[in-house]
């Protein structure tokens, strides 16, 4: 509920003074295009000096959630922004078991200029969207009458200008940690806190979402956007009993494809009707990507608007009107997939590290190396780590 606004170096090192100050110097960029949980993998590398097409202006969002319902028939009311009811110490209370500022979703915003450095909001103890005596938003549930908040909630946004600019955004709601407690409102004592979304139908114990945007060809401004969307331990309610309680489940996809949906339930004991989406993707203006984990659409009668659940957006803008190009990163889930993935990545390593020209300084060679084997075995790890679980046999 109360966001905490920070920046900080990407390596806690001043930049590095150019060693032939009377000549441009090239940069040396390499991007890693892959999924939240790092499956797949390519790599995107450019050589850049001064070009007519960079990038002069740059957008980046993140956001843990945004909602907006009306109920019986009534105007929509929004959840999440400052100033709206539940994240606005002004305002009264949203719901009888609700606070002031509860509801305040931790959002970042990139200046047009960009920042190198990541711009970041963390709400520690999570938030409700509350409707009266409903929450539609929150964690999964515990022991309480009303639901619980969310898991913690962390944003992050960053992006440069210039030839070969780039944006990158992430959101991540978490478990609550283990031991963790909150106090409901209107009861005396603390109570067990699970966090994760909730309370219903969509409960997971975790999602991640991510964009990024990037020019990859400084002389035309064509660029690349890419997003992704992870679900831990997701579960969808597609009917329930009398009681609310869900009788038909469906499980969400772990890493689904872009714009997965709609899938469609029935909240049986009072009617309602919605649908739902997996990992949307919002393509449709050049050198821009806004990537949403889950959406869901609350039909009516009784609730009618949008549930936006870990949103991101990149973008990159420059005076060269190139092209766009998307890239789909969906994770593979079989061990054959897996197999496959490992042995792409190391091609395009394999590939980036052999397309390095001789002639970039030394330096810069040796620190482009470094930082491809890196994300190397950061990949390796990561692919290997599910293929636990996806195939046994492999050590």
Not at 299 to 323: F, H
Request: aromatic share 4%.
């Amino acid at each position: 509920m109360n966001d905490t606004v920070e920046k900080y170096g990407p390596d806690g090192h001043p930049p590095a003074r150019d060693v032939c100050p009377t000549r441009p110097r090239r940069r040396l960029r390499v991007v890693a295009v892959t999924t939240a949980v790092g499956l797949a993998g390519a790599l995107v590398v450019g050589l850049s000096g001064p070009s007519g097409a960079t990038v002069t202006t740059v957008s980046g969002s993140a956001t843990g959630y945004l909602l907006s319902v009306g109920l019986f028939g009534g105007p929509a009311s929004q959840r999440g922004p400052a100033g709206t009811p539940g994240c606005d110490p002004n305002l009264p209370p949203p719901g009888p078991n609700s606070t002031r500022t509860e509801g305040c979703s931790p959002t970042v915003s990139l200046p047009s200029s960009g920042s190198a450095s990541p711009i970041t909001a963390t709400d520690a103890d999570g938030v409700r969207a509350v409707y009266g005596p409903a929450v539609i938003f929150g964690g999964r549930w515990s022991w309480s009458i009303s639901a619980p908040p969310s898991g913690p909630i962390s944003v992050s946004t960053q992006g440069t200008t210039g030839p070969y600019g780039s944006v990158a955004s992430s959101v991540s709601i978490t478990r609550a940690p283990s031991g963790a407690t909150w106090l409901p409102p209107g009861e005396k004592g603390s109570i067990w806190w699970p966090g994760g979304v909730g309370p219903g139908p969509v409960v997971a114990d975790g999602v991640t979402s991510g964009c990024r945007a990037v020019e990859t060809n400084a002389s035309t401004g064509s660029s690349t956007v890419f997003g992704w969307t992870a679900i831990n331990n997701g579960r969808l309610g597609l009917s329930t009993d009398q009681w609310g309680d869900p009788v038909t489940i469906e499980p969400m996809p772990a890493s689904p494809r872009p714009n997965d949906g709609p899938h469609r339930g029935v909240l049986t004991n009072v009617g309602d009707s919605f649908e739902v989406f997996y990992n949307e993707q919002d393509t449709s203006v050049p050198g821009s990507i806004t990537v949403t984990a889950i959406h869901m659409r609350l039909l009516g009668p009784i609730a009618v608007g949008d549930l936006y659940i870990g949103r991101t957006q990149c973008s990159v803008r420059g005076g060269g009107g190139g092209s766009t190009t998307t890239m789909a990163t969906t994770a593979p889930m079989s061990c054959a997939e897996l197999q496959a993935s490992l042995a792409r990545m190391n091609a395009a390593v394999d590939a980036a590290e052999a397309s390095i020209p001789f002639t970039v300084p030394r330096e810069l060679q040796a620190a482009a190396l470094a930082d491809l084997e890196r994300i190397r075995a950061q990949r390796t790890a990561e692919i290997k780590q599910a293929m636990g679980s996806a195939c046994p046999s492999v050590p």
